[in-house]
């Protein structure tokens, strides 16, 4: 198949240029667009021979459901069996954004999106060219991100080309996403909110909102929920081994500046830094960082920086992209500094953590 990309400007979306991947998505085709988290794979969510070929070409166990994207609060609510005050306090603070809300869906939906669920999780995305499709098509799109399963997500148009050439016939491409990690998902099911996935949207904002509409409803999160170990996971998807780069994943470890240096020091010292090590660091320690390698003569290295302001945010941004370019440069190691759980720091250490859990490495790839 010959991939078209459609270069579209976010800042000025041409609608024009839209059309013939509107048109492919509604001949039931699947198509690559851009959303502020991550690149999607989208088809008509109502087709579900378009839904099983996301499910084919990417590989994608059959056991895992997808996100629909809608394009207003009217809409999304459609899909739900009922909607209350804290559905309503979520989607009028968080959406259009990177936030996915899971509610039990009515009885007649039946679509290979949700796996055989008795839920469905749907989002608004908040980038212009998403909303643009989504209008176009005048139905929800059905979309994973669009990676090949077990891969990173795809964070630019480029990315998801690498990923997707030859399989699809659009990708749609809107420069370099601005969030950089996957929406935030919250299941609101059976009296019982709880956290699948940290992303775009933090825990903190989520509580804050909720209180201060009086919904004082305690939010049960991923590490709370593995007390129970026993249990399958919530989302499905979190069994697999997700968001890994073909290199080895280490967290540079440290409360401080320093302290992150120190192990940097030590692993240098002890000659564990890998072959062809890559590091991902924020601008602020890069030069000690540097200066180390060079004293203990590790020459042949890649380095990716992120900057100090907002350092969470940046280093969320960045990151899928990070693991792909060192993948390309074929990196042996990669040395992705830790973050504190504020913010956006929480989706990105959550995405770290799976990339370098080699324990997983026997469980079937991500999704
Ligand atoms: O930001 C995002 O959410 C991106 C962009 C493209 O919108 N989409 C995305 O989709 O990350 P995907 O399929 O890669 O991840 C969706 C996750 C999976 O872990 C899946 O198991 C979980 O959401 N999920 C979907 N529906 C669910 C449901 N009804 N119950 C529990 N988990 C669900
Ligand atoms: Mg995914």
């Known amino acids: 198949m010959n991939t078209r990309v459609i270069r579209i400007d976010p800042l000025v979306p041409d609608a024009a240029a839209l059309i013939p991947a509107a048109q492919a998505l509604r001949r039931g085709e699947i198509v690559a667009f851009p959303t502020e988290t991550v690149y999607g794979l989208g088809a008509v969510w109502r087709d579900p021979e378009a839904v099983r070929e996301i499910f084919r070409v990417k590989g994608r166990p059959q056991d895992n459901p997808l996100i629909v994207h809608e394009a207003s609060i009217g809409r999304m609510r ?153 249990e399958p996971p919530r989302a499905p998807g979190m069994k697999y081994r997700h968001y890994a780069p073909q290199a080895r994943v280490h967290i540079l470890r440290g409360e401080t500046e320093e302290a992150k240096l120190e192990q940097l020091s030590r692993s240098a010292a002890e000659g564990i830094l890998g072959s062809r090590p890559a590091f991902y660091l924020s601008e602020a320690i890069r030069e000690k960082a540097m200066w180390i390698l060079e004293g203990q003569n590790v020459v042949a290295f890649e380095l990716i920086t992120f900057t100090t302001e907002q350092a969470h945010k940046a280093a969320a941004q960045g990151l899928f992209a990070a693991f792909r370019a060192f993948d390309r440069s074929g990196c042996s190691d990669i040395w992705a500094e830790e973050q504190s759980l504020q913010q956006l720091g929480a989706a990105y250490m959550n995405r770290l953590r799976k990339a370098s859990a080699q324990q997983h490495e026997s469980l079937r790839n991500d999704y």
Request: with cysteine.
């Open 78 to 230: 459609q899909y739900f069996r009922s909607w209350d005050s804290v559905a309503e306090c979520l989607a009028s603070s968080f959406c259009p954004g990177p936030f996915t809300l899971i509610m039990e869906h009515k009885e007649n939906i039946d679509s290979p999106v949700t796996a055989g669920l008795a839920t469905i999780g749907v989002r608004i995305p908040a980038h212009p060219v998403a909303q643009m499709l989504i209008e176009l098509c005048g139905e929800g799109l059905a979309a994973p991100s669009a990676n090949l399963s077990g891969r990173p997500s795809p964070t630019s148009g480029a990315d998801a080309l690498e990923d997707l050439d030859g399989k699809v016939p659009y990708i749609i491409d809107a420069g370099p996403c601005e969030v950089g990690v996957e929406s935030t998902i919250i299941s609101w099911v059976d009296g019982k909110l709880e956290l699948l996935r940290p992303g775009g949207i933090s825990a903190e904002e989520i509580l804050k909102v909720l209180h201060s509409q009086g919904l004082n409803i305690p939010l049960i999160t991923e590490d709370a929920g593995r007390a129970a170990d026993h």
